[in-house]
């Protein structure tokens, strides 16, 4: 029989506690991006790029747009 990576043997012990809280993702995490995938991304990062990030003195943070009077991603 072949050796079990790390992932199987968690998988193997844990069989019960799956039943409880469901089961890991077992995906590869080294794959290629799909066009489906960079097109989210692409997306996902003009929306984040659309805000930004402002810090009080009290050390607290909050987040406002950078330009207000673009609506085009909201």
Same mark, same amino acid.
């Given at each position: 029989?072949?050796?079990? @990576?790390? *992932?199987?043997?968690? &998988? #193997?012990?844990?069989g ?8 890991? @993702?077992? *995906?590869?995490?080294?794959?290629? &991006?799909?066009e489906? $995938? ?15 990030t ?5 050390? *607290? ?5 950078? $330009?207000?009077?673009?609506? *085009?991603? #909201?």
């Amino acid at each position: 029989m072949a050796k079990e @990576n790390a *992932s199987a043997r968690f &998988m #193997r012990a844990t069989g019960k506690l799956r039943a409880i809280f469901g089961p890991a @993702n077992r *995906s590869s995490l080294g794959h290629e &991006m799909t066009e489906q $995938n960079r097109r989210l991304l692409a997306a996902r990062e003009a929306e984040t790029r659309q805000w930004e990030t402002v810090h009080r003195a009290d050390g *607290s943070t909050y987040v406002v747009p950078r $330009n207000p009077d673009d609506k *085009s991603l #909201r």
